[in-house]
Nanobody, 125 residues
Framework: EGRLVESGGGFGQAGGSLRLSCSASGFTLDVHAISWFRQAPGQEREGVAWLSSSDGNTHYADCVKGRFTISSDNARNTVYLQMNILSLEETAVYYC??????????????????WGQGTQVTVSS
């Protein structure tokens, strides 16, 4: 059975950086589109970064464009989210998710086949 596990969350300072990792087991990431979502308390889950497996295209939500970078290491079956210039408002639980590449950069939650358990990111001043 396929599984995703996020790591790398924790405490970060406003203006600082964190890197999240998403490791897959039971399936290979390089035949799926991978996305990062986040959910702040009382808010809906929102997509922030998307990576296509077929051509390596990336897509970002406007609010993170230029600061976040999604990348993959197929040899490690792991996807990363580098987050720079963090703001207080980005405190949230961050999730990675995998779907068929035909749905790459969909924001529709139920199109995703696999979800991680989430990792908490807390940004402080």
């Amino acid at each position: 059975e396929g599984r995703l596990v996020e790591s790398g969350g924790g405490f970060g300072q406003a203006g600082g950086s964190l890197r999240l990792s998403c490791s897959a087991s039971g399936f290979t990431l390089d035949v799926h589109a991978i996305s990062w979502f986040r959910q702040a308390p009382g808010q809906e889950r929102e997509g922030v970064a998307w990576l296509s497996s077929s051509d390596g295209n990336t897509h970002y939500a406007d609010c993170v464009k230029g600061r976040f970078t999604i990348s993959s290491d197929n040899a490690r079956n792991t996807v990363y989210l580098q987050m720079n210039i963090l703001s207080l408002e980005e405190t949230a639980v961050y999730y990675c998710a995998a779907t068929s590449d035909s749905y790459w950069h969909t924001r529709t939650i139920d199109k995703y086949e696999y979800w991680g358990q989430g990792t908490q990111v807390t940004v402080s001043s």
